[in-house]
């Protein structure tokens, strides 16, 4: 069965610096990887997917994620965070069968 | 739009007392999925359509139910909630095409129990 480690429990970064959210996934073969983001008391929200191909996605809200295989990691980028973006942040990995396994979250402090 | 609508987005219930959420869609997707979601965790699944077809998980608690009358509606029932039903309850939709197929989530309904 697949599943997902997100390492960073809590994450505080100032705004407009860079921001990295690390996400490690387990599974055999290919796997369908997410990033979502939910603001507090709202929905999750889809930040981008990788099925396949190239290994660097593009994302909402300029976040961008890059597949690994090698590291089985998909970790989350953004190059100047602004204050909105002070959430929690799911990282999901699929495997086919229209389950999606979900990491325990980061959550991200955004200070002035 | 196209969206996953959830309501009420608040429910206050009493101990013991039937509670029913809903969720409709206008995404007319064939799977429906209900997840249970508490305080700094991720979100558990509780359960999915897809079309007609219910699937249970293995761990789900008898207490709760789930209806899906048409491809836009599905509702979720708790029996006899317990102050442990207390929870963010989140629906999403997926088209199932093969695999990797993405899920679009409602804003949630926030469950407190009394």
Request: charged share 15%; proline share 5%; glycine share 8%.
């Amino acid at each position: 069965a697949q599943s997902v480690t997100q390492p960073d429990i809590h994450i505080t970064v100032s705004e407009g610096a860079s921001l990295e959210l690390r996400c490690n996934y387990s599974y055999g073969a290919t796997p369908y990887l997410f990033w979502y983001v939910q603001s507090p008391g709202q929905g999750l929200q889809l930040l981008l997917k990788y099925f396949s191909g190239d290994t660097l996605v593009q994302g909402i809200k300029g976040f961008e994620a890059e597949f690994k295989r090698s590291q089985s990691s998909f970790n989350l980028r953004k190059p100047s965070v602004h204050w909105s973006d002070a959430a929690e942040y799911f990282c999901a990995v699929g495997a086919g069968d229209y389950k999606l396994s979900f990491g325990a979250g980061t959550t991200v402090t955004v200070r002035a | 739009d196209a969206m996953v609508i959830q309501n009420p987005r608040y429910q206050v219930t009493q101990f013991g007392k039937p509670v029913t959420l809903s969720c409709s869609q206008t995404l007319n997707h064939n799977v429906m999925y209900w997840y249970q979601q508490k305080s700094s965790q991720a979100p558990k699944l509780l359960f999915h359509y897809y079309d007609k077809d219910f699937n249970n998980e293995a761990d789900t608690p008898d207490n709760f139910q789930s209806r899906r009358p048409n491809t836009s509606f599905c509702f979720l029932d708790i029996r006899s909630p317990g102050l442990g039903d207390a929870a963010m309850y989140l629906c999403a939709t997926s088209e199932l095409r093969g695999g990797g197929e993405t899920q679009y989530f409602g804003p949630g309904t926030r469950l407190l129990v009394l």
